[in-house]
């Protein structure tokens, strides 16, 4: 096992916006692959440039759209959760914890949301810091977001469970 300063580690926190990126674009084609298996093509996924609408992807099935916030670790599973407000707003919002691995293999997965078609569960009133200093050495409260507890996400093992939260039933 990797210990923290092992230079394997360093990089998933120096280069911790490339590694988002590369687990999204994972979880995208094995969630489309998952779906391909079971005859499942009317699919749509819209990917967020950036999240100011508390959203990094969107995917849709019929009449049910899903906004997700991903969030990633390297924890065996998630802690305190910063979860922007703005996620609140959609119609069926949810937020995807990802367990990684160092050479980025995915799962198990944390979810936080509602059946398809729900709204996201009521959020704490608990208010994040930031996680960086200003330039004043503050770490200042963020606002806009709301904390999700750990033990307010459910575990999922396999992209299939993530799936069948996400968008319910999956027969063709």
């Given at each position: 096992m990797a210990r923290r300063n092992d230079p394997v580690r360093a990089i998933h926190h120096t280069h911790s916006t490339l590694?988002?990126?590369?687990?999204?674009?994972?979880?995208?084609?094995?969630?489309?692959?998952?779906?391909?298996?079971?005859?499942?093509?009317d699919v749509e996924v819209l990917r967020a440039e950036f999240d100011a609408h508390g959203y990094d992807l969107v995917i849709g099935r019929g009449d049910v759209v899903r906004h997700i916030q991903f969030k990633?670790?390297?924890?065996?599973?998630?802690?305190?959760?910063?979860?922007?407000?703005?996620?609140?707003s959609k119609p069926a919002g949810c937020v995807?914890?990802?367990?990684?691995?160092?050479?980025?293999?995915?799962?198990?997965?944390y979810w936080f949301g509602g059946k398809p078609g729900e709204p996201l569960p009521a959020l704490g009133a608990a208010v994040p810091r930031r996680p960086t200093r200003n330039r004043l050495g503050q770490r200042p409260p963020r606002v806009n977001h709301r904390?999700?507890?750990?033990?307010?996400?459910?575990?999922?093992?396999?992209?299939?469970?993530?799936?069948?939260?996400?968008?319910?039933?999956?027969?063709?």
């Amino acid at each position: 096992m990797a210990r923290r300063n092992d230079p394997v580690r360093a990089i998933h926190h120096t280069h911790s916006t490339l590694r988002e990126r590369i687990v999204e674009h994972v979880f995208v084609g094995e969630a489309l692959r998952g779906l391909w298996r079971r005859g499942i093509v009317d699919v749509e996924v819209l990917r967020a440039e950036f999240d100011a609408h508390g959203y990094d992807l969107v995917i849709g099935r019929g009449d049910v759209v899903r906004h997700i916030q991903f969030k990633t670790g390297m924890a065996k599973r998630p802690g305190k959760v910063s979860v922007p407000l703005a996620l609140s707003s959609k119609p069926a919002g949810c937020v995807l914890w990802i367990h990684v691995t160092d050479g980025l293999e995915l799962g198990p997965f944390y979810w936080f949301g509602g059946k398809p078609g729900e709204p996201l569960p009521a959020l704490g009133a608990a208010v994040p810091r930031r996680p960086t200093r200003n330039r004043l050495g503050q770490r200042p409260p963020r606002v806009n977001h709301r904390v999700i507890q750990a033990d307010e996400f459910e575990r999922m093992d396999t992209v299939d469970e993530v799936l069948a939260a996400l968008l319910g039933d999956l027969t063709p």
